[in-house]
């Protein structure tokens, strides 16, 4: 029997981990690996040298408490954020600061590789603070999570040309605002 819902497949998942399939976790860790990566970057934010360590707890934490896991309150991927979260939380606390929304945004930029977005990261992170939470929240789940219109468009029970009309509205809103953030006083 092969598992149809999301749920099901990381109930599946889980259970043959729990009963010692190796095969099981390397498939939960090379499908969940690239996207965990890419949230606690984007959480690190100009904190870039907290990266490793903190992929690296948060799955020496997942392997330990996998038994916790619950598919039918949420995905892996959000259980994994969840434990992200928690571990950059630890780690500003050892190091006497906070995890501000100022510090946790990454550049929509930085997804297509370019050097610059970490320079610019106070900006980007105010203005995104500034868009509406429906505007950031589709530009997240564009340049963050990488998901297509198509994916985002299901997940949110819209029509993919809404979604498309949307990231319009939300892109000339964030060049809009950052511009206003970024232009030279005369």
């Known amino acids: 029997m092969t598992p149809h819902s999301r749920a099901e497949r990381e109930h599946w998942l889980r ?8 095969s099981a976790w390397r498939t939960i860790y090379d499908e969940s690996f690239a996207a965990l990566l ?48 928690n571990q950059l939380r630890n780690l500003a606390r050892r190091h006497g600061q906070t995890t501000g929304r100022d510090h946790d945004l990454n550049d929509v930029a930085d997804e297509r590789g370019e050097a610059s977005a970490w320079d610019e990261q106070p900006e980007i992170a105010a203005t995104l603070a500034s868009l509406s939470d429906r505007y950031a929240a589709v530009l997240r789940a ?22 498309e009309s949307l990231l319009t509205r939300a892109r000339q809103a964030f060049r809009d605002v950052y511009g206003r953030l970024t232009r030279e006083p005369r």
């Open 15 to 22: 259970r043959a981990v729990l009963d010692g399939d190796e």
């Open 38 to 85: 890419r949230f606690v970057r984007w959480k690190c934010g100009t904190r870039s040298d907290w990266v490793d360590e903190i992929v690296q707890e948060t799955w020496l934490v997942a392997v330990r408490r996998l038994v916790d896991f619950d598919p039918q309150q949420g995905s892996l991927e959000q259980w994994l954020r969840g434990i992200a979260v």
């Open 142 to 163: 564009k340049y963050l999570d990488g998901c297509s219109v198509a994916e985002i468009a299901t997940s949110w029970n819209e029509t993919p040309k809404s979604i």
